[in-house]
């Protein structure tokens, strides 16, 4: 199918520039402002579902603006790997929205205005991400992130407010940037392009082996959003900021940025075929086995809930990554589709993290025992997030990792299949004690305060784990996305 020439990618972008700007407006109007971030989500939503039905049927929306260098365009286009972040991210940030109204309000938090702007902003850049047609369009919308998202994570403004952002800060703009800007330039003097291509841009390139390897990882370690190990560090420091923004940071926008990033270049930088010829497939595989193993431990040992979700997500994300490398069409389906598994599930867990917290002001998993009884909409919600984070099916995450076993045993490596059964052990073992702590501990006597549900957090909450469900039922949309781009 011939691509369709759009303006909608970048109005969908728009969409939440406009929010942004116009909460800065309503500074004075606190009830007007709050409502410009759940409208401009569900018409950022309607544009980027409207472009659905083009990529479902393998076509793409392409939207060129100028040029910068020769062979490097500003450019856009909604591919299907591109449909399936965006839809996320534009789907969430609807409840996203709802949920963060009730909890800033619910606390009195400060700086409101500054949070849903930048907010709003961080949305943005995901879904220019998302759209990006080349590698240069998608790194910047990939530092607009980085940058609108350090006032999130500082915004308590303490001291280990800033400890957390100076280390986010040094990770996602410092560390990995000279890496990022070496493999930039390295693909463009041996391509003399940065055009994402279908079956990879520097596939059929006159480069040695060595070269391109070294090109290879410095994108690997260069999207440190990913979190692959030890470029994970910024990700569990950044539980400093408000829930909200964590939800958005594990769950919706920074890491599956980048992940996305990752799977970006192996499927349309360097391209499955070269990715296997050079070994880098195997090797990728090992270093992110590492990390889900390795995150997982420290999950167990982490008894602040957010800290705990943190390395969940370490060790989440490199499943998707993973399922990338394996290089067999089902597990690469299985990566993909975990993008929308995990998102969905995560920002569930973070919202009941925050919802315990702003009833109760409790933190740490320890006590936690009987709160379940006070709060059964939200730990109901956490055990079924938890369900789909171990694979148990309807959930959503039992469908990715479903696929991702099968693609272990397609492409004939089983260690790793034994990866991921012992990491759903692991899952279990950090997951489940705080639902039975919640629901079947004893309720110590001096906490039996007044602790209720609050309708504006406990609303999205449930709505996300419903959604974890439905996709583990009619997981149908992800899969044809999926396997329009492994095909």
Same mark, same amino acid.
């Given at each position: 199918m011939d691509p369709v020439t759009s303006i909608r990618p970048l109005l969908a972008i728009a969409v939440a520039g406009l929010a942004a700007l116009t909460i800065l407006l309503l500074h004075n109007r606190e009830k007007l402002r709050d409502l410009v971030s759940p409208v401009a989500a569900i018409v950022m939503f309607a544009i980027v579902a409207s472009m659905a039905p083009? %990529?479902?049927?393998?076509?793409?929306?392409?939207?060129?603006?100028?040029?910068?260098?020769?062979?490097?365009?500003?450019?856009f286009r909604a591919d299907a790997l591109g449909m399936v972040f965006a839809t996320v991210s534009s789907l969430l940030w609807i409840v996203? $929205?709802? *949920?963060?109204?009730?909890?800033?309000?619910?606390?009195?938090?400060?700086?409101? @205005?500054?949070?849903?702007?930048?907010?709003? @902003? &961080?949305?943005?850049?995901?879904?220019?991400g998302a759209f990006a047609a080349n590698l240069f369009t998608l790194v910047i919308f990939y530092e607009v992130l980085s940058l609108v998202t350090y006032p999130l994570v500082y915004h308590h403004e303490d001291e280990?407010?800033?400890?957390?952002?100076?280390?986010?800060?040094?990770?996602?703009?410092? !560390?990995?940037? &000279? !890496?990022?800007?070496?493999?930039?330039?390295?693909?463009?003097?041996?391509?003399?392009?940065?055009?994402?291509?279908?079956?990879?841009?520097?596939?059929?390139?006159?480069?040695? !082996?060595?070269?391109l390897t070294v090109v290879y990882f410095c994108y690997l370690f260069g999207f440190a959003k990913a979190a692959v190990m030890p470029m994970h560090a910024w990700l569990p420091a950044a539980m400093v900021a408000p829930t909200p923004v964590s939800a958005l940071l594990h769950a919706v926008a920074v890491v599956k940025m980048g992940v996305f990033c990752v799977l970006r270049v192996v499927f349309d930088v360097f391209g499955v075929g070269?990715?296997?010829?050079?070994?880098?497939?195997?090797a990728t595989?090992?270093?992110? &086995?590492?990390?889900?193993?390795?995150?997982?431990? *420290?999950?167990l040992t982490r008894d602040d809930l957010k800290a705990r979700l943190a390395y969940s997500t370490v060790s989440q994300l490199s499943y998707i990554v993973l399922g990338a490398v394996l290089l067999s069409p089902v597990a690469m389906i299985g990566g993909i589709i975990h993008i929308a598994a995990h998102a969905f599930s995560k920002i569930t867990l973070f919202f009941c993290a925050g919802s315990i917290y702003c009833a109760s002001g409790k933190r740490n998993i320890s006590d936690m025992a009987g709160i379940g009884r006070r709060l059964p909409w939200t730990m109901g919600a956490f055990f079924v997030a938890?369900?789909?984070?171990?694979?148990?099916?309807?959930?959503?995450?039992? %469908?990715?990792?479903? *696929?991702? $076993?099968?693609?272990?045993?397609?492409a004939g490596q089983v260690a790793f299949l034994a990866v991921l059964l012992t990491s759903s052990i692991l899952n279990a073992a950090y997951f489940l004690p705080v639902s039975y702590a919640a629901f079947f501990e004893a309720e110590p006597e001096e906490s039996r305060a007044a602790v209720h549900e609050i309708p504006m957090v406990t609303i999205p909450l449930v709505a996300t784990a419903i959604l974890s469900v439905l996709m583990g039922i009619f997981p149908g949309y992800f899969l044809t996305l999926a396997d329009g781009v492994v095909r």
């Open positions: 083009t %990529v479902l049927s393998g076509g793409t929306v392409d939207l060129r603006l100028f040029e910068i260098l020769p062979g490097v365009d500003f450019a996203a $929205a709802v *949920y963060s109204i009730g909890y800033m309000r619910h606390l009195h938090e400060h700086a409101q @205005t500054r949070f849903f702007a930048c907010f709003a @902003t &961080s949305l943005a850049a995901a879904v220019g280990e407010g800033w400890s957390g952002s100076r280390k986010y800060l040094v990770y996602l703009m410092g !560390a990995s940037k &000279s !890496a990022l800007l070496a493999a930039l330039a390295l693909t463009y003097q041996i391509a003399g392009s940065l055009d994402f291509v279908a079956g990879g841009l520097l596939a059929d390139v006159d480069a040695s !082996a060595a070269l070269l990715v296997g010829k050079l070994g880098l497939g195997i595989a090992y270093l992110v &086995s590492f990390t889900i193993l390795m995150a997982s431990i *420290y999950a938890s369900l789909s984070m171990i694979g148990i099916p309807p959930t959503a995450g039992f %469908v990715s990792k479903w *696929y991702l $076993a099968q693609g272990s045993v397609e």
